[in-house]
């Protein structure tokens, strides 16, 4: 125990005195919370859309007019031909283009059924699909005046769809992962490589006490970088949990000796650090697609979704973002809590596994 | 008990390279033990087996009174160790790193600060007290490393190349710090590569190619091997040219 | 081509062989940088999608009626819903979406059959979950179409007239295939060329190898220049698999010029590699590079280049500083050139964004490393 005492002094010591590292938990979750949401904007409302309006008819500018005051779309241009509008969406000028075929009124007028065009551009397949979604339920409850059946939408949790309380939580569990996972896996790989670590080795301290020294002050940064990006999150954007936030701080916890366990069975199995970072960050990489941090686990397919059960970082996103938007207590978060402990003891039982093989 | 370090067959393998083959030494307490071998003759691999660093594939060992295999711990607790590399921590001050290892060996903080002034001011480096430790000129950083290694006043110190790549004067005053410790009852078994060196030791052995070739004191060596220096038998060991003079049993 | 072997390429040779001998000695991290790029293709190709499933609808019906069944049948039988739980009240919808068992809730008003038999209208209420704002739109999108086609249905009986058909454009099969390629080749590139150049440089500062070259009779730049072919071949290999992922395996077609790729893509390649000379010089050691080009280059780099999230959606403030980024010029580059087979000239402003960032990042980095000799 007296060792560890001193061990952890030790780490508290290089972690300040190093040049660049205690800047880092304030750059870090500043880079993140000021930059990154600002930039990961799928927003889904102010879609360009071209007409082509071939038909010229009241009905045709009626349905126009109709698209226009949906608030979904701005109608930027009335290209004469279609082939014209294709080089706008090509050239970046707009999204969509909604193509009406002559003598539509003419049709519709007769009761004949009658069919138009929607050409999203492809390229951004999501406001692709956001315009043709949009389009067909305008055009389907089109020219009845009033409908029969009223519908109106309630936003739960963001009412104002708003892509920024969606991805602030994430970006504060990626900043947890690399502090808590990233670093101390690091450090340890750069005592092995400085070789400061065979005079330890001799030592009577244990592993455990020299572990344990690395992980402390790497939580606490990852923890003070946590709580520092809440309040910029609250400052800057005005976001703030629904939920208790110490349910924030509780799932954190959880995560953090699983993912260092992670780091620790790299660091232990890697010589030197350039191998170390790149396997972390393969799995860092790998744990961020699966995660639902921008696109929902749910639409992958089934393969993808079983490899996704087995990525920690998936559950500890939901989690935040479960308190942050819905409110959600520990108790409606059971199954991610039972996810993240599960993962903890996995990796933390790899982990000693690993170094009981080395000695 | 008499004897520091004991090793009874003690062998270390590696998949099928034999590092260590069936070592059998005894070393005295309070002796010089100059423990010498070529490049790759197993002499880290066998030191490492001795610090409980790495487990003996077969044989026993038994250190400052514990066997090394069994209770590495307690080995670990009495003895110092100086690695071939320099091992300090560069970005921690000189007192910062004596009071890293004075603590994780016990000694009580209260007593932390005496003795490491007392100890600085024995190796006159009162000044350097607040150095960064990777600013300290190589001879200073090797002595200091020494320092850290006996100042829990472990029962044998291991040193292992001790003065590569540090100047003469250096060297020499280095081996009086040696000498130093031995006079105060603490076992020094050390690796080099400076033949004169190991004439400065109590007692040598040569190993060659895993095995122990020769073990004598310095003079009786030479003497029975006819030559005029230690580097002359050790050349002619490593060679194969004689016989080995020491074989187990 | 040949040419009498000076003493200064004969060294060059030589340090280059010991840079590839670096590599191939560690085969773990060789495996990811190779590997890397495949995994990446098949999860952007085949798992990775913004577009919805099906999501899960959870029903409040407080007086079941023959109207109501009717317009609950079409949105469950459309391939975008699924019925997950009937609800009792308004507090267990609530919780049903709190606790994320439901995506929409489907909330009729009292009485829903007989205001539309009496007043020929009634109302119906989408309760869905915005917390991810994409999904929540296509949700509603979806459920409001086909609750007006079948409101029109109810009212006349008869199939709406107007019909829509989509086509989208440069990506027929509506997959998301198109717009990640570029993005991915962006990161990897980017990966290998900046990160791995910039730690294995600092690596060699931080052991004290550096000053072993530096005092051999090579000049610094043939030492950081034979640092980079390596990495610069890998990078080669790394694009080769790319495309070849992305013709063969995801039937990506390269709709431009395949010269033009490849020229815009060596071009990115070159400016990556200075970046990585750059960091190398402002890093002290291997962890400060790591976390330089980590988090500071690889993170902007996926955030605003637009390989997941639009540039034009940006707020103007990092729209600009998403033009101080290299791989931004490449992806757009890369995205009119391959997807939407625009000639060369067309890019000739990313071109030159990318060939002037490369130049200002070198000239930095080989001054600030000939200060460091001198």
């Known amino acids: 125990m007296s060792a560890f005492r001193f061990l952890l002094e030790k780490e508290f010591k290089l972690l300040l005195r190093h040049p660049f590292l205690p800047k880092m938990i304030v750059i870090f979750p500043a880079v993140m919370m000021l930059l990154l949401p600002g930039a990961a904007d799928l927003d889904v409302r102010d879609i360009r859309l071209a007409v082509v309006d071939r038909d010229r008819s009241p009905l045709s500018s009626l349905l126009a007019r109709e698209v226009a005051s949906s608030g979904y779309f701005h109608l930027v241009s009335f290209p004469a031909t279609f082939s014209s509008a294709v080089d706008g969406v090509a050239a970046g000028e707009f999204d969509a283009i909604l193509d009406i075929p002559p003598r539509l009124g003419a049709s519709l007028e007769r009761g004949d059924a009658a069919r138009v065009f929607i050409a999203p551009g492809g390229v951004n397949a999501m406001k692709g699909t956001l315009a043709a979604g949009y389009l067909s339920a305008i055009i389907a409850a089109f020219p009845a005046s009033t409908p029969a059946v009223e519908v109106t939408t309630l936003y739960r949790f963001n009412p104002r769809q708003e892509y920024k309380p969606f991805m602030v939580p994430a970006l504060m569990v990626m900043l947890v992962m690399l502090l808590c996972g990233f670093l101390p896996a690091l450090d340890i790989v750069g005592e092995k490589e400085r070789g400061t670590i065979e005079q330890l080795n001799v030592t009577p301290a244990g592993k455990l006490a020299f572990i344990a020294a690395k992980l402390v002050p790497c939580w606490l940064a990852g923890f003070l970088a946590l709580a520092f990006s809440i309040l910029l999150a609250y400052l800057f954007y005005g976001i703030v949990p629904a939920g208790n936030p110490g349910t924030i701080f509780l799932f954190a916890l959880l995560f953090a000796p699983g993912i260092s366990g992670l780091g620790l069975v790299v660091s232990n199995r890697s010589s030197t650090m350039q191998q170390a970072m790149f396997v972390m960050f393969f799995f860092v990489v790998l744990f961020i697609l699966m995660s639902g941090f921008f696109s929902p686990v749910e639409s992958m397919p089934r393969w993808a979704r079983w490899i996704a059960a087995f990525n920690p970082l998936k559950y500890l996103v939901e989690a935040i973002r479960g308190v942050y938007l819905a409110g959600r207590g520990v108790a409606d978060l059971g199954r991610q809590l039972a996810a993240l402990a599960a993962f903890a003891v996995v990796t933390i039982a790899a982990a000693a596994c690993s170094y009981r093989k080395s000695s | 008990m008499d004897n520091a370090i004991t090793t009874e067959s003690l062998t270390k393998r590696f998949g099928t390279f034999t590092a260590v083959d069936r070592l059998t030494i005894e070393v005295k307490r309070g002796e010089i033990f100059g423990f010498l071998g070529a490049n790759g003759a197993g002499k880290t691999t066998a030191m490492r087996v001795l610090c409980g660093l790495s487990k003996p594939t077969s044989g026993r060992a038994i250190v400052a009174g514990h066997d090394v295999a069994a209770r590495p711990d307690s080995v670990k607790r009495r003895i110092g160790y100086m690695s071939q590399r320099f091992s300090l921590y560069g970005e921690l001050k000189v007192w910062e790193n004596i009071r890293l290892y004075a603590g994780i060996y016990g000694t009580p903080s209260a007593r932390i600060k005496e003795r490491s002034d007392a100890l600085l001011r024995e190796l006159d480096f009162e000044e350097g007290r607040d150095k960064l430790v990777r600013d300290l000129p190589p001879g200073w950083k090797q002595k200091l490393a020494f320092s850290v290694a006996i100042f829990h006043e472990p029962e044998i110190v291991f040193l292992d190349e001790p003065t590569g790549g540090v100047d003469p004067v250096t060297r020499r005053q280095f081996w009086e710090l040696i000498y130093r410790t031995a006079g105060r009852g603490i076992t020094v078994f050390v690796t080099t590569h400076y033949m004169d060196e190991a004439e400065y030791c109590d007692r040598v052995s040569i190993m060659v190619d895993g095995r122990i070739a020769a073990l004598d004191s310095p003079r009786a060596l030479k003497e029975r091997l006819r030559v005029a220096t230690v580097d002359d038998a050790f050349k002619m060991l490593a060679r194969g040219d004689a016989s080995p003079l020491y074989t187990n049993n | ?374």
């Open chain 3, 1 to 374: 081509m040949k040419r009498p072997p000076s003493p200064a390429a004969r060294l060059f040779r030589a340090f280059t062989l010991k840079e590839f001998r670096h590599i191939f000695r560690d085969k773990r991290t060789l495996l990811v940088l190779l590997g890397m790029p495949v995994v990446q293709i098949v999860l952007f190709g085949f798992a990775i999608t913004t577009e919805a499933r099906e999501a899960r609808v959870v029903l409040l019906s407080p007086s079941p009626g023959a109207a109501e069944r009717r317009v609950t049948d079409r949105l469950l039988s459309s391939d975008y819903f699924e019925l997950s739980a009937v609800a009792s009240s308004p507090s267990a919808v609530e919780r049903a979406l709190r606790r994320g068992e439901a995506d929409v809730a489907l909330v009729f008003e009292p009485a829903f059959d007989e205001r539309l038999a009496r007043d020929g209208k009634a109302r119906v209420q989408l309760v869905v979950d915005a917390t991810n704002p994409g999904l929540a739109a296509q949700f509603s999108g979806h459920a409001s179409a086909i609750i007006a086609a079948a409101a029109v249905e109810l009212a006349g009986g008869a199939p709406p007239p107007l019909a829509a058909e989509t086509r989208l454009l440069h990506n027929p099969g509506m997959k998301a295939a198109y717009n990640f390629v570029p993005g991915v080749a962006g990161f990897i590139l980017m990966l290998v060329c900046a990160m791995m150049t910039s730690v294995s440089i600092v690596r060699e500062k931080e052991n004290g190898t550096m000053d072993m070259l530096l005092v051999s009779p090579a000049r610094p730049w043939m030492i950081i220049a034979a640092k980079l072919v390596p990495y610069f071949t890998l990078s080669c290999v790394n694009l080769a698999t790319i495309l070849l992922l992305s013709v063969g395996v995801l039937g990506v077609p390269v709709a431009g010029s395949p010269g033009g790729v490849v020229a815009v893509s060596l071009l990115f390649i070159l400016v990556s590699l200075s970046i990585g000379i750059f960091v190398s010089t402002v890093a002290r050691d291997q962890v400060v590079a790591m976390l330089v080009s980590g988090m500071v280059l690889m993170m902007p780099v996926v955030l605003l280049s637009g390989l997941i999230f639009p540039v034009e959606n940006m707020p103007p403030l990092l729209e600009w500083l998403s033009r101080l980024i290299p791989a931004r010029w490449y992806i757009a580059a890369m995205k009119k050139i391959m997807i939407e087979g625009a000639p060369l000239h067309l890019v000739t402003g990313e071109i030159l964004a990318l060939a002037a960032t490369g130049a200002a990042l070198l000239l930095l980095g080989l001054k600030k490393f000939n200060d460091r000799v001198t």
